[in-house]
Each structure stands twice: as structure tokens, then as C-alpha cells.
């Protein structure tokens, strides 16, 4: 059964990859950890750190400060020593001496981390960065670099615009992956949008809410989807129903699926067909509606014709066909994903990584520091936050939410809702 309370927090990681994909584990100071479920939004267990987490120190009953970094590890420091673990082959390394390692580390903080903070690339800027806490003083860390940005702590309060005033250290942070990130502090904890550079309105909220805030996302996915009413009436109830009937069969949430059809065409199932390359609902290629289309009714004209033999008239009778289908290719769309995740071998449990799915599929699950194809970076110059020809997954996964971000900035429900809704 899933726990019904999150205790205090001393530490949290959110993990994108590898075989714990899609969990956050928060850490407490009785010496357990407990494990969150990013699609289920459920707390699932509670267990001891020492016994479950191999390698761990075993002076530490707790760690001061956790977070995930770049690449396959997470970072866990306490006093003067880091412990590294290895999250994809689930093994801890010795600990080591933060000075000496970790570049320009503060003096002053060789005793004591509150928090870490993994931002990825901060918007705005081509590099990732980390953030760490003490008390009510901050500072910012360049990953590539291994460096200290600042040349000493700045106060939390007047950089982070809406921190509670009655707020004296902070106990965990986790970005959350959708432009939202969660700070913890005793029995409190708020809500921090990356977009707007703010405290979310109503927060700090007491502890105890944290798990309702999540699980009211799924209570509001079972009664309506995100974008439905941009579905026609006639075709809105058994759209609907197919998707989430897709989703449920592939481990996604339904909304995921509804918001990247609202990403590539809006709803129009005749988008893209002027070039007639990628059209659709999800602008699935054309080679690939043949290929889909051809395990079911193709037309009779088409039968037993390779694609690259079709003719220009051909290919453009199949594009029309297919739009045709209006919001019945939606089933073209769950037969794509079905092979398109078989053939992956690996889960999607975020809605960035079902984005992926689109774009090649090889950052699926991987670290943030991943590269995707170069046809990929080059087809796609909008994902390039650091204009440098190349696209790793950390790029994709900011760039997927300042998409949603701008497309949203005049529409009558806010992007921090839907995003928070996708998270």
C-alpha cells in the first residue's frame, strides 16, 4: 500500500534515467529514505538508506544535501565529504573530501550543506548549472566548469524573488522536470517556477499537502484531459477515450499524449499537409503512415508498392488519405508509439521523454549530458539553446517547456498550470 504522509526532507533526487527512471527519492533523518512515483503520484514505500543503497556510508545516517547531476550519478555531502552513486549500476563510490573536488567550494561551508540544486541550462544561458544552500545564502555552480560561479555567498532572500521571509535555511530542493522545482524546509515546502523566477502564489504550503497536490493532478486528468475542448464535439468523446485508453496500455498519462498532439499541430489532422512530409496530429512521416497503414486497409492502389517506388501523385493521394482520417489517426499514433517503445527498450515516464520519442528516440532514459543525433540537432534549431549545432537531452528537456512556455504566454490558461499539470 502507498505511504499516506511525506516526512520532513533532507534530501532529494529525481532521477530521468536508467533503471530507476521516472522516481524521486526523497531522504529523512531517522536514517530512511522513501520513493516517489512520478506517474502514479504515489509515495510508494518508505525502507532503510544504509541497507538499500549500496556502498553507503555507514557513519552517515542522513545526508545534508543530495542532488542528481549531469551525467549518471547523484551527489550526496555531508560535513567536509561527498559520497557519489552510481545510478544505473546502483553502487556508491568511497567518499571523498569536497575541497579539493569540487572547484572554488566556499570556506566558510566545508562543515555544512543544506541543499543542492541540479537547474540543468538556465534560461537564457548555454551552460548547466547547479545551486547550493546554507542557511539563508546561496551560491551557483558552473557543472562543466566544476566551478563556483559567485566569488561569495549571496543571500537566498533578495535573488529568489517571493522566498518566505521566515524561511532560515532550506532542507531539500528537487527540480521536478516540467520548469517547476520544490524547495523543502522543516514542516514546509513551496513551489518555484524557472519561468518567471518566482515563489508560485499560495506557497509555502505545510508538508502534509504534498502528496494531495500531486495526487490531485491525476483526480483532475479522470474527469478532463488538457486541450480537449479544442477537439470537436462530434469526434471529442471517442478521441478522448482512445487516448486514454492508449495511455493506460502504455504506462503514459493521457495528458502527456494530449499536450504533444497540441504541440506539433494544434489538433489540425491536416497539418503539414502543404509539404506533405510530416503530417497529422503527431506530423508522423510519411514513410512511416505507409508503413503503419500498410499492416491495416491501405488502399488497394498502393498494395504491394515499395514507398520509395510510389510517385509524387501516389504519395500525395496517400497524405490526403491519411487526412482524411480526421481524429482517426489517432490510432496511427498509438501503433507508432507501441513499436516505437518496443523497439526502444526503454521506459517513458515523463512527458520530455515522450517528446523524445519523436525526435529519434536516443535520449530516451539517458543522462542529461546524452547527444542526439546530429540530423536531429540540425532539423531542429529551436531545441539548440546553446546555438552550438549539437543537442544533448538536458537542452531537449529545457527547450520542450519554454516551447509550451511561449505557445501559451496569451492563452487563457496560464503555462505554469500546464506545465505543473505535465509534471
Not at 79 to 107: H, S, T
Not at 281 to 295: A, T, V
Request: glycine share 10%; proline share 5%; net charge neutral.
Amino acid at each position: 500500500m502507498p505511504e499516506t504522509s511525506l516526512k520532513p526532507v533532507r534530501g532529494a533526487v529525481n532521477i530521468t534515467f536508467g533503471p530507476f527512471n521516472g522516481h524521486v527519492y526523497f531522504f529523512h533523518e531517522d536514517g530512511t529514505y522513501s520513493r516517489f512515483n512520478r506517474l502514479t503520484c504515489e509515495l510508494e514505500y518508505y525502507a532503510e538508506t544504509a541497507k538499500n543503497w549500496n556502498g553507503w556510508p555507514a557513519q552517515w545516517k542522513f545526508p545534508q544535501a543530495a542532488v542528481t547531476w549531469d551525467n549518471q550519478y547523484a551527489y550526496f555531502l555531508r560535513g567536509a565529504e561527498y559520497f557519489r552513486y552510481d545510478m544505473v549500476k546502483d553502487q556508491g563510490d568511497p567518499r571523498q573530501p569536497i575541497e579539493g573536488n569540487w572547484g572554488l567550494w566556499p570556506g566558510g561551508w566545508l562543515d555544512r550543506t543544506d541543499a543542492g540544486l541540479y537547474w540543468g541550462y538556465h534560461y537564457g544561458q548555454k551552460r548547466r548549472k547547479a545551486y547550493f544552500f546554507r542557511g539563508d545564502e546561496y551560491f551557483r555552480y558552473d557543472v562543466k566548469d566544476e566551478r563556483n560561479d559567485y566569488e561569495s555567498p549571496l543571500k537566498t532572500r533578495e535573488y529568489w524573488p517571493g522566498w518566505p521571509d521566515h524561511w532560515q535555511k532550506v532542507s531539500a530542493a528537487v527540480d521536478w522536470g516540467n520548469g517547476k522545482v520544490y524547495f523543502f524546509s522543516g514542516s514546509e515546502y513551496l513551489r518555484y517556477d524557472k519561468f518567471s523566477e518566482s515563489v508560485d502564489k499560495g506557497y509555502p504550503r505545510p508538508l502534509s499537502g504534498f502528496l494531495k497536490e500531486h495526487k490531485e493532478k491525476l483526480a483532475s486528468e479522470s474527469k478532463s484531459l488538457l486541450f480537449e475542448d479544442q477537439i470537436p464535439a462530434g469526434a471529442r468523446a471517442s478521441f478522448v477515450a482512445t487516448v486514454r485508453a492508449l495511455a493506460a496500455e502504455l504506462g503514459l498519462r493521457p495528458n502527456w499524449l494530449m499536450a504533444s498532439m497540441w504541440m506539433e499541430s494544434g489538433f489540425d489532422p491536416k497539418a503539414g499537409l502543404k509539404n506533405g512530409n510530416f503530417i497529422g496530429l503527431h506530423q508522423l512521416s510519411l514513410d512511416l503512415i505507409y508503413r503503419l497503414w500498410g499492416k491495416t486497409a491501405m488502399p488497394d492502389v498502393f498494395k504491394g508498392v515499395p514507398f520509395d517506388q510510389l510517385t509524387s501523385e501516389a504519395k500525395r493521394a496517400l497524405a490526403d488519405g491519411f487526412a482524411a482520417l480526421g481524429y482517426g489517426q489517432i490510432h496511427f499514433v498509438g501503433s507508432w508509439l507501441r513499436a516505437a517503445l518496443k523497439s526502444f527498450k526503454a521506459t517513458c515516464r515523463s512527458f520530455d521523454q515522450l517528446r523524445l520519442i519523436g525526435f529519434g528516440g536516443l535520449g530516451l532514459a539517458q543522462t542529461d549530458r546524452t547527444t542526439l543525433a546530429p540530423v536531429v540537432a540540425k532539423g531542429n534549431p529551436r531545441y539548440d539553446l546553446t546555438k552550438d549545432g549539437k543537442l544533448d537531452v538536458a537542452e531537449f528537456r529545457a527547450a520542450v517547456f519554454d516551447i509550451i512556455h511561449q505557445k501559451l504566454e496569451a492563452k487563457p490558461v496560464t503555462d505554469s498550470d500546464v506545465r505543473h499539470t505535465l509534471g
